[in-house]
């Protein structure tokens, strides 16, 4: 079995709680409130900009040229794709890309890409790729199971959303990676790939609980 499919089934109860969140279901029947997408949104930016570090840290740790250039595809596709559509959003809520680039990241936000940065800066290639899988892997599954659902692409604000990760383009961004994750597992010990099956967990609960937070438009307890 592939260790990407173990890690699948692993996780699979994290992630259909992540798919039956009200977040991700406002979105497919365009009920939710537009101030928590906009909560949301601002803190997706934020994430996304540490989030791309790890495809720079990523090309460090390459083995290979060809890998590297990979890297530097998804760094880009982040920076200038997926970010572009939170740049769009932004100006339908008057948020200028200053405004968003100084936001305060909430506590959620800053733990989930720390321990990603963490996990990217002193582990391995394989710990890397495993730590930022969960977020591109479960986005694509549910933009594709979003995208099912009668009208919701053709939604007048949700579309766009929907739309962009159940793309081919994102798809194949998260194939990549999937596969490059399958080549370096390949031939580790069992205690490494129990230590991958953690991070993975780690990521995957990350998800549900940044669902959580835009629900929730959780931010520090206090204003000082
Ligand atoms: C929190 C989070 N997870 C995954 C993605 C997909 O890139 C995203 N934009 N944000």
Redesign the pocket.
Known sequence: MKFSKRLYQKVKPVWEKNHRHPFVQGIGDGSLEKDKFRFYMIQ?YL??ID?AKLFALGAVKAHDVATMGRFARLLDATLNM?MSLHRQYAKKFGISEQELEQAQPAPTTLA?THYMLHVAQNGTLAELVTSLLP??WS?HEIGQALNQIPGASEHEFYGDWIKMYASEEFGELAQWTIDLLDEEAEGKPERELERLEEIFLNTSRF?YL?WEMAYHKEMWPTDD
Do not use: A, H, P, T
């Open positions: 997706d994430y996304l989030y997926e989930y977020c591109m986005y998800e940044f």
